[in-house]
């Protein structure tokens, strides 16, 4: 999932998270979208890794509650 951030020097960051059993770097994962014909400017400025997405009550990743955690890991 992605989700933006408030950013006080750009406005908004983009942050991935993903789910995985191995460490997941930010280089990796902009590799892989570079391979897919991503711009640069949609790349995401940080990637978290986490065990599961948090989910709202009819089942959709909640992007809210993943915005919330990485703001406050950004503090």
């Known amino acids: 999932a992605v989700v933006g951030v408030p950013d006080k020097i750009t406005?908004?960051?983009?942050?991935?998270?993903?789910?995985?059993?191995?460490?997941?770097?930010?280089e990796m994962i902009r590799g892989k979208l570079k391979e897919k014909?991503?711009?640069?400017?949609?790349?995401p400025d940080r990637v978290y890794s986490i065990?599961?997405?948090?989910l709202t009550n009819v089942?959709?990743?909640?992007?809210?509650k993943l915005a919330e955690k990485a703001a406050e890991e950004k503090a």
């Open 11 to 26: 406005g908004s960051r983009v942050c991935a998270f993903v789910i995985s059993d191995i460490e997941v770097t930010l």
């Open 37 to 43: 014909g991503f711009p640069d400017y949609k790349m």
């Open 51 to 54: 065990s599961k997405m948090p």
């Open 59 to 64: 089942g959709k990743i909640d992007k809210n």
